[in-house]
């Protein structure tokens, strides 16, 4: 079986208390078109920003292996072309033959290549990993205070557990969809003992208190618990001091494995097309398709320029390449931003609602581009409303709702047979 290229396992992403991803798993294979359809706020874009390491997950995994060089590798490599280009420049000068160059500028190519290829594939669930950590050290902390709290007020705790208690009985009526008024009466009543109890514990609480300061030990009471209290803090603080030291031990581990990757290059192989483009203004066509290429891949100017080129032949836009980006349609901006895409020589293009910016007269064009690139085998991940792309072009649909995948097919299964009432509703609603 062929490998997968991304692996998405068990993805989550929360944003303070809201989930926005609960569980994503998600496997990507070389060629696939895959179409992610669902209505707003279901977390798509959330999702591509996750695997273009715009966000870091909350929980899951992320596998992405890449033979992407790491910065010594480039430093060697370019080098190394320098160094043949000296040589190339002084043969050519000297009249050599022209086989005799060729066999030289292969000679530097099978040298670059070995470089290349001698760096481990990166694994980037290291940097998933590192925030995990991070996140859980924070996490245990927080328990740990929660922990001394309780401890040193146990009257506090038992209140506000109760609280909780109140609080889950209304939410979980509030879930009922339509509750009837004996349904709602019944609600009321109970809510109603629940608060009376608390309010006597409350009342009872306080009076044990009262009663404990008029004992005759008291201040042997207070001193008692001082001490607990001194003993249990010392206590928690070590702990958490052992476990951060084990935490960033761990966290420098990992970073040892990544320090050497540059994460906008793994931005580049798994590049993103955005619904509002996201051009640079003050740069025209060709430079906004260059300037990845020399900052990011390090590619020479000359070269960065023929690749350019070649890209925005292939959407069409060869004749408008010195144009400034507020001289041209939104359709076109569109397709310089896939030339743009193009030119990182990605594994994978994400598309976030690439036509819902344009005018309706403006979609087709990009969609053809992109089918374009779909026919040639490039590997896509298409956040879209257009559902006859999704249909026609994709080889895989995902339905999402609510930080899930509820449903996920070919478009025949997913659009003619859904298995799930609320894809059924959502393409109904859609056509
Ligand atoms: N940076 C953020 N901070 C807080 N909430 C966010 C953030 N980004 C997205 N969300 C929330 O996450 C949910 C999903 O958003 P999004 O991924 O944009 O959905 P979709 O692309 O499917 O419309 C929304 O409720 C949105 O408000
Ligand atoms: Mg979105």
């Known amino acids: 079986m062929e490998h997968s290229i991304l692996s998405v396992r068990h993805l989550k992403k929360d ?12 496997e990507v294979k070389k060629g696939d078109v895959i179409a992610i359809i669902g209505p707003s706020g279901s977390g798509k874009s959330t999702f591509l920003r996750c695997v273009n390491l715009l966000e870091n997950p909350t929980d899951g995994e992320i596998f992405y292996q890449s033979n992407i060089p790491t910065r010594a590798s480039f430093k060697e490599a370019n080098e190394i072309k ?15 033959f022209a086989g005799d160059i060729e066999k030289i500028i292969t000679e530097r190519n099978i040298k670059i290549d070995a470089i290349n290829s001698s760096f481990d594939r990166i694994d980037n669930s290291a940097i998933f990993q590192i925030n995990k950590l991070s ?19 146990p009257d506090k705790a038992q209140l506000s557990d109760f609280k909780h208690k109140i609080d ?19 609600h009321n009543e109970g809510l109603k003992k629940l608060e009376d109890l608390y309010k006597n514990l409350k009342v009872s609480l306080k009076e044990k208190a009262v009663q404990e300061r008029t004992k005759v030990n008291y201040e042997e009471i207070v001193e008692k618990r001082k001490q607990l ?7 928690i603080e070590a702990r958490i001091v052992e476990s951060r030291e084990d935490t ?28 509002s483009f996201n051009l640079f203004n003050n ?40 144009y400034r980006v ?56 298409v956040v879209t409303h257009e559902m006859n792309f999704a249909k026609n072009v994709a080889n895989k649909v995902l339905f999402m709702e609510d930080g899930y995948v509820v449903e996920e097919g070919n478009p025949d299964q997913v659009f003619n047979h859904p298995k799930n009432k609320r894809t059924a509703e959502f393409i109904g609603g859609s056509k």
């Not at 761990?250 to 990757?261: A, M």
């Open 248 to 275: 960033s031990k761990k966290i420098n581990e990992l970073k040892g494995t990544i320090n050497n990757i540059d994460i906008n290059l793994v931005r580049a192989k798994i590049t993103m097309v955005f619904q």
């Open 229 to 235: 209290k001194a003993n249990l803090k010392h206590e």
């Open 135 to 153: 996140l859980d050290q924070k996490q245990y902390e927080k328990d740990l205070h929660n922990e001394f709290n309780r401890t040193i007020n």
């Open 326 to 381: 507020n001289e041209i349609s939104g359709g076109q901006k569109q397709r310089v931003a896939i030339a743009r895409a193009m030119c990182m020589n990605p594994d994978i293009v994400l598309f976030d609602e690439p036509t819902s910016a344009l005018d309706p007269e403006m979609v087709n064009e990009v969609l053809q581009v992109m089918k374009k690139l779909a026919d040639e085998g490039m590997t896509m991940i």
């Open 82 to 96: 320098k160094e043949y280009d000296i040589k190339i420049a002084k043969l050519k000068k000297e009249g050599a």
């Open 168 to 186: 889950v009985f209304e939410e979980e009526f509030k879930a009922v969809k339509h509750p009837t008024s004996e349904m709602k009466n019944e």
């Open 283 to 322: 740069y025209d066509v060709l430079g906004n398709c260059v300037l990845g290429q020399t900052k990011v891949l390090h590619n020479s100017k000359k070269e960065a320029i023929e690749i350019a080129k070649n890209a925005l032949k292939t959407v069409g836009m060869q004749d408008r390449m010195h």
């Open 15 to 26: 944003f303070g208390t809201t989930s926005v991803l609960k569980d994503i798993s998600l």
